[in-house]
């Protein structure tokens, strides 16, 4: 009940156990208890918050009232924003919850003159207003005949478009605040991009004290930015309430700086919590967890809160069946919300063949499963599923589209030969340390190591260096190559250090074989700075020695080492996305400091168990579908009707397109004919993305011209719902001679037994009385004869359910 009482303790009426006065909470807190104010128009924010007995805490910045003893010296604002004045020393007093807490503060330096610098103060400004966005200045052909770096990562050409171009007739010395910088920004002048900067703002007035001085670019030795902070770090805060956020910039000489008024920021869950362009959190309604983005030239911070349900959950006393659960009641235990109720065995079959195998278990095998008396039938029906071919076929196909099985690309023989080395590596349960080292490492004659034609498909060093990283670490590096991330620490020299593994390879002709050999340097060239950059992986200071050849051995032990802190993490968070229909880290591929895991502790756990499994991706399937968590219904409760994202209950996913397909193929019985490919083929067994088929496209088969998982499209759509309601070819397979709706009348003439087979076929359970008793009535009345068509509309009823279209 915590959260229901913060409005009565705003009224001085207390509800956390017994009443108490006011004088025994905790008293509130400002941050930072002093103020160092250096500089012409340096400022800093004051936040005020209260510890409430259980630990939340408030943040009471926009309520509290501040009084400056000397306003000759500074002045504050309602949100805590305290700007210098004149040198010298003074009090704030905050005046909150009827107590008052004093800020002693020292002025000095105010009057000197400021040195402008056209990367640390203009830049940033041009960032928070999004005028170099790609949607405005920023993108290539930029606007109006006026273009800016994406996010300012080229400062030096940034400074030549503004004073240099158009004759300079963006600049006014003379008169600043005419330029046309600043009439068009701020709605004086017209702009397609509409106001942006109000007239005698702080930014306003920032970029007209820069042009006054000249425009100077600045010193070229000036203190550069190294980092930046959010304060405070991360919070627990109840619905419908507000924390302002603080950004610290700290320089190369230790300066530290607030830049909160000239930083942009970014919420990754809006729908749990939005962030306004001054750095204040909104919570909303739902409860959950949330990470703000801060970005100030080309660093970046995150301010992580989690908001819990209000009022007291019973959280019931759950068995943990293995080390995941009790992280997952951990985290839902903080957002006081309490976990659905587990599957019966008819469901739990029925998920995990459809998750192990892509394939749905027959009728027999649904009644053996449901009959077996023993306690550990479940972890052995995973063990059977995870020995079948169809294991090997569906892991194959996932990460045949990450991976870039294409036959565009590579040719139908060079496209097979590689599948079939992905499809082996599954069947064999190559360790996944192993299958990486094989195919980064991967060179020869191209017919002998199939592994080889990964870099036939991505043929430029760049190219597979944003594979690689986006695969195998879940991070993307591809829009470095043009500037620094927008939310990450990447830059252009990352992104060419990491192409430079790729750079010695090429394909060479030994008399009639083609081999793919490494020759040369493992160097690549910044074609901004034109300097040369010797092989590194991500994030790791010292470069290779050695730049001669082909130096992708030490990259493949780099990637599988436990020094790497991301390759174990991602291959764990790709899985469990596969099972629970989203990752930890979600996207998949796009781990970041600004994107943070949903579940660390969770997070870290399975990539250990994954380490100290010897990279088996089968024990880490067999972890989580085992898990209580993984076996937890999709039927919500009160407390979580709304959790999408801590795993309270499962979701309801739409299988991938060619499991769709072989679904209906197999309950309808009748076999898909594939171009090209012998009968009996089924869809997950489709090597070649390339093949042509209406049900494939429609339903979102990727055409893997990327590696990005968002290439299939698992959304529904109209286009998918209107083809099962009227396709012919559907349409074909209910009808046909020697279809399931055809067997089963000629070898049953009881009417409700065909209905129960068809239940079990189709959704792996019986059919309730209710259902039985409706559909047998639908049955009788129809004419002499027509029984066949009954039961052909039943099967086209079953097949458009949800619960058939859905893995529930």
Known sequence: ?????????????????????????????????SLMLTGPGARHYLLVDE???????????????????????????????????????????????????????????????RSFHFENDILPLLGRFNCNSSGCHGKAEGQNGFKLSVFGFDAAADFSALVKEGRGRRLFPAVPEKSLLLTKASGQAPHGGGLRIPAKSEAFETIRGWIAAGAPFGDASAPRIESIRMEPGDRIMPMHADQQLRVIARYSDGRETDVTTQARYQSNNDPVATVSAEGVVRTADIPGEAAIMAAFLNEVASFRLIVPRPGKAEFPKLAANNFIDPLVEAKLRKLNVTPSGSIDEYTFIRRVYL?????????????????????????????????????????????????????????????????????????????????????ITAEGPIEETPATNFFGVLKKPGEAASAVSQVFLGIRIACAECHHHPYDRWGQDDYYRMSAFFTPLSTKKIGTIEALVGTGSSSARNPRTNQTLSATPLGVKDSVDDTKGDQRKILAEWLVSPKNAWFSKNIANRYWAHFFGRGIIEPVD??????????????????????????????????????????????????????????SRAL??????????????????????????????RAIGLWDSKVRHYFLKTFGRPQRISSCECERNDEVNIAAVLHLLNSESITAKISNENGTVARLLRE???DAKVIDELFLLFLSRPPTDKEKEGLLAHVKKQDAGKRRVAFEDIAWALLNTKEFMFNR
């Not at 009482?5 to 156990?17: K, R, Y």
């Not at 499991?659 to 009996?680: A, N, R, W, Y």
């Open 652 to 681: 309801a996913r739409r299988p991938d397109a060619e499991v769709t397909l072989d679904m209906i193929s197999q309950v309808l019985g009748v076999p898909e004919k594939f171009e090209g490919f012998p009968e009996g083929t």
């Open 748 to 750: 049953n003439a009881d």
């Open 355 to 439: 998750d192990i195998i892509g394939t749905l278990p027959t009728p027999d095998e649904t009644r053996a499963f449901v009959k077996d008396p023993k306690a550990d039938k479940r972890a052995k029906l995973v063990d059977a599923l995870l020995e079948r071919p169809e294991y090997a076929a569906y892991w194959a196909l996932k990460w045949s589209d990450l991976l870039r099985v294409d036959r565009a690309a590579l040719g139908h023989q060079r496209a097979y030969a590689y599948y079939r080395w992905i499809l082996e590596s599954f069947a064999a349960n190559k360790p996944f340390d192993k299958f990486t080292r094989e195919l």
């Open 51 to 113: 510890k409430l007995a259980d630990g939340v805490v408030l943040d009471l910045t926009r309520t509290a009232k501040y009084l400056v003893a000397d306003p000759r010296l500074v002045e504050v604002n309602d949100s805590g924003l305290v700007r210098a004045k004149a040198d010298g020393s003074t009090t704030i007093k905050v005046e909150v919850r009827g107590k008052t807490i004093s800020v002693p503060v020292v002025v000095r330096e105010s009057q000197v003159a």
């Open 590 to 647: 796009d781990t970041r400091a600004t994107n943070p895991p949903s579940n660390p502790e969770l997070l870290e756990a399975l990539a250990k168990h994954l380490d100290e499994g010897n990279f088996d991706p089968k024990k880490l399937i067999r972890a989580i579908v085992l898990s209580r968590t993984y076996q937890t219904t999709v039927q919500s409760n009160e407390t979580n009707i709304r959790d999408e994202q801590n795993y």
């Open 1 to 33: 009940m915590r959260f229901l009482v913060i409005a009565f303790i705003c009224a001085g009426s207390f509800l956390l156990g017994t009443a108490r006065a006011v004088d025994e909470l905790p008293l509130c807190a400002v941050s930072p208890p």
